[in-house]
């Protein structure tokens, strides 16, 4: 009996964060990930390195794989030893042929576990600004498949509301059953289109006019409709559709949320260095330092797994004090049990300069973990307050292809570093119109300029207390 697993894993509809932490842990463990292309792609950069990820994608003409041969490849790399991770849009129980998958283990004799995801169903409808039941309206709701054999009427349950999925090639089908039923020709209909993400878009009419203003629209998938009066509310309740979309591409973008739905595009990776002899050296001296700096999340990360490689760990700092630039980095080195000694309230390499000003820094040693190509503004700021500085090379940045945005649905632009300008003009070219430019700071908007780039400054957070 091989020990190989097969977990039968929902990712939800499209926003990321609505993948549950089960399918997250599941996704950085698996030996092989089977995909369609329904599951939020960023998912997958949470793999292992080592796994294989394979695209069973199912496009509504062109299926990648029949279905059957989907369950045998999840059978036989089960039947390997392999934890198999069978990555499935929304649910996998609601349209997404899962119970068949299991049945099929079952046959075969592998194990499985199945993990619920939060559907397109609830969550287009939800971030589509209608809730599928409501006290006033109805108290329940049918979630039924669009997809019909040609020349077949759909069966419509007797529920306040109804969601179609797969129906936007059968919508005429879709609303010529409706009337058929007696639903009246004012009864309200929505699409939710490419529901939760940045481009989602919502449509509304009545029965009557809908076919007419969906095809004018040109509808896109996958979509779902929502028939029943509950769609009255979506003027007003139409949350995520009323904020700001804004293209963040550097780290940490959900920082940056409270300016809107983050559209993240990552433009660079950071990676292991392929020589350490340099930096072991240093590392091997590290207690003779006086002071750490860690300029990014990155830096505490490599400098902990160089450590741990060299069968060492926090210990080996205790002769220094620590100084972190960031509050994101100073909670990174808390999990390794340091607590940083100095975080600047101004969160820049500037901003750490002026507060080591205030202490007396002449003939101290200070190292800096940092990556291959490193901003030289802090290490030349406390070499003239009579530092010594050493750098500790434990990481690399290496740029990386974003993929395509669709600019119809942004609204701003946020630049959080010289290098994130660079890789935009770059890569998407110019500045589109009717798109608000923003710098995190002024280094940042001067480097805009160079670009052509009128960015304001970034506003700060709100505070509604
Ligand atoms: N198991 C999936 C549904 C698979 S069937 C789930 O629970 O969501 C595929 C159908 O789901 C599509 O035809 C479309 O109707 C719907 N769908 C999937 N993702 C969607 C999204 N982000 N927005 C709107 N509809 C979506």
Same mark, same amino acid.
């Given at each position: ?16 964060? $609505? ?28 793999? /292992?390195?080592?796994?294989?990820? !394979? ?6 003409? *062109?299926?990648? $794989?029949? &279905?059957?041969?989907?369950?045998? $490849? ?78 077949? &009427? ?19 089908? +879709? +609303? ?23 481009? &989602? ?11 007419? *203003?969906? *095809? ?9 409709? !929502? ?26 973008? &959900? ?9 993240? /595009? ?16 240093? +590392? ?125 649905? !942004? ?38 300029? *160079? ?5 304001? +400054? ?8």
């Amino acid at each position: 009996m091989s020990c190989g697993k097969v977990y039968i894993v929902g990712a939800g509809p499209g926003d990321i964060e $609505l993948v549950t932490l089960k399918a997250a842990r599941l996704v950085a463990e698996g030996d092989v990930i089977c995909y369609d292309h329904l599951i939020p792609l960023e998912l997958l950069n949470h793999a /292992r390195p080592d796994a294989e990820v !394979i695209s069973v994608g199912k496009f509504a003409a *062109k299926h990648t $794989l029949p &279905q059957d041969k989907i369950n045998a $490849l999840l059978i036989e790399k089960a039947k390997e030893g392999k934890t198999v991770v069978r990555l499935k849009g929304g649910d996998p129980y609601l349209f997404g042929r899962g119970g068949e998958e299991a049945q099929d283990c079952v046959e075969a004799g592998v194990e499985f576990e199945v993990v619920p995801g939060v559907t397109s169903a609830l969550a287009a409808a939800c971030y589509g600004g209608i809730p599928p039941t409501h006290r006033d309206f109805t108290p329940h709701v049918a979630i039924i498949t669009g997809h019909r054999k040609e020349g077949r &009427q759909l069966d419509i349950p007797k529920a306040g509301t109804l969601i179609f999925l797969m129906g936007v090639s059968n919508i005429s089908r +879709i +609303i010529s059953s409706l009337l058929e039923a007696g639903k009246s020709p004012d009864t309200p209909i929505a699409a939710v289109e490419h529901g939760t993400r940045y481009d &989602q878009r919502v449509i509304t009419g009545t029965l009557e006019n809908f076919e007419e *203003k969906l *095809k004018a629209a040109q509808p896109r998938t996958p979509a779902i409709f !929502i028939v029943g009066r509950v769609v009255e509310l979506q003027q007003t309740l139409d949350w995520f559709g009323k904020k700001p979309n804004v293209l963040v591409m550097g780290n940490h973008p &959900q920082r940056y949320a409270y300016l809107g739905n983050i559209v993240h /595009r990552r433009i660079i990776d950071c990676v292991a260095v392929d020589d350490y002899t340099e930096a072991d050296e240093t +590392i091997k001296h590290i207690a003779e330092f006086n002071w750490i700096v860690f300029t990014s999340v990155n830096g505490a990360k490599y400098l902990f797994e160089r450590l741990a490689t060299m069968k060492l760990d926090a210990r080996a700092l205790a002769n220094a004090k620590i100084a972190a630039i960031g509050k994101t980095t100073a909670q990174r080195l808390r999990e390794y049990g340091i607590t940083a000694d100095l975080v600047p309230q101004d969160e820049s390499s500037v901003g750490l300069v002026e507060e080591f000003k205030k202490l007396e820094m002449s003939g101290s040693k200070v190292l800096f973990p940092q990556a291959e190509v490193a901003s030289k503004v802090l290490p030349a700021g406390l070499t003239e307050l009579g530092a010594t500085v050493e750098g500790a090379i434990v990481y690399k940045t290496i740029d990386i292809e974003p993929p395509e945005v669709d600019f119809d649905y !942004i609204d701003k632009i946020l630049f959080t570093s010289g290098s994130t300008v660079r890789a935009f003009t770059k890569h998407y070219g110019k500045m589109p119109e009717n798109t608000e430019a923003l710098a995190l700071g002024i280094p940042t908007q001067q480097e805009a300029k *160079k670009h052509g780039i009128e960015a304001g +400054i970034i506003p700060p957070k709100a505070n509604c207390s």
